[in-house]
Nanobody, 121 residues
């Protein structure tokens, strides 16, 4: 069993940056693919980024490509999402997930509780 806890969300101005962290406990994060999703009010949960088990492959939604970077630090059992050039449309509750690199939330076995990102215009 893997427990995931996100942190790093907050309020930022348009064009600003945030780094989200996802810390795993319960078992090692090593060799587990992970991803980030987000959900804005009234919208479905959408894929943001994913990273494979060893960090060699990363995947991004077109809407964040070139602005967001996903990475992992297995020694700290943590996955990160560096978000730059934030836009108001990036505002959402961001979730960390583990178990896949897929774009469908149903592909993932484990989920965190989410961290809120608010972008002011």
């Amino acid at each position: 069993q893997v427990q995931l806890v996100e942190s790093g969300g907050g309020l930022v101005q348009t064009g600003g940056s945030l780094r989200l962290s996802c810390a795993a406990s319960g078992r090692s994060f090593s060799y587990i693919a992970s991803g980030w999703f987000r959900q804005a009010p009234g919208k479905e949960r959408e894929f943001v980024a994913a990273i494979n088990w060893n960090g060699a492959k990363t995947y991004y939604a077109d809407s964040v490509k070139g602005r967001f970077t996903i990475s992992r630090e297995d020694a700290k059992n943590t996955v990160y999402l560096q978000m730059n050039s934030l836009k108001p449309e990036d505002a959402a509750l961001y979730y960390c997930a583990a178990g896949s690199t897929g774009t469908d939330p149903r592909d993932y076995n484990y989920w965190g509780q989410g961290t809120q990102v608010t972008v002011s215009s």
